[in-house]
T-cell receptor, first 111, second 117 residues
């Protein structure tokens, strides 16, 4: 079955440093979404990418969808303590409606 | 427009009892997904339902677990004869009809934390 892996599993940065998480799918994706889950909370949608090579920005967050539509990345510039949480990518294949979530990257930010 | 509502937020069951988890999707959403999350782990897909239909249950354990989404009322995830390994957070998400084809976002509820003692 489809597998979606993320690296790193965990990253601890100091406030102001940059952070990147990478998402890799075993199969080609029709689209990819990113979610953020705060400790003790529920996943909250951040963004969706559909086109090959697409890049989208949200303030300090930059999302990229690979040319082959099998990988994606999320980059945060100048992290803040409010960025703490686990970041998940989630992908769909073909016309399948099921969202398969990645393994997640837990980000810890300290002052 | 209320978000996805799940109840109860916390549920404690003894081994062998039944657990019933409820999910009311957002207004206008007719698609419901259930995910399980073990502590410090990712979200594992369990089942995808539309009103009165199970569309994809490839992530559901073969025994003890069942799900429904009746014409009226919330979606129910039912776990019979719970065991300690069932302890987890169970999240429900909903999306509108168009979301299935266009791949729009899934809106998550706050989850039910099930503890089996």
């Amino acid at each position: 079955g489809q597998q979606v892996m993320q690296i790193p599993q965990y990253q601890h940065v100091q406030e102001g440093e940059d952070f990147t998480t990478y998402c890799n799918s075993s199969t080609t994706l029709s689209n990819i979404q990113w979610y953020k889950q705060r400790p003790g909370g529920h996943p909250v949608f951040l963004i969706q990418l559909v086109k090959s090579g697409e890049v989208k920005k949200q303030k300090r967050l930059t999302f990229q969808f690979g040319e082959a539509k099998k990988n994606s990345s999320l980059h945060i510039t100048a992290t803040q303590t409010t960025d703490v949480g686990t970041y998940f990518c989630a992908g769909r294949t073909g016309t399948a409606s099921k969202l398969t979530f990645g393994t997640g990257t837990r980000l810890q930010v300290t002052l | 427009n209320a978000g996805v509502m799940q109840n109860p937020r916390h549920l404690v069951r003894r081994r062998g009892q039944e657990a019933r988890l409820r999910c009311s999707p957002m207004k206008g959403h007719s698609h419901v997904y259930w995910y399980r999350q073990l502590p410090e782990e990712g979200l594992k897909f369990m089942v995808y339902l539309q009103k009165e239909n199970i569309i994809d249950e490839s992530g559901m354990p073969k025994e003890r677990f069942s799900a429904e989404f009746p014409k009226e009322g919330p979606s129910i995830l039912r776990i019979q004869q719970v065991v300690r390994g069932d302890s987890a957070a169970y999240f429900c998400a909903s999306s509108p009809v168009k979301g299935v084809q266009l791949g729009t976002e899934a809106f998550f509820g706050q989850g039910t934390r099930l503890t089996v003692v």
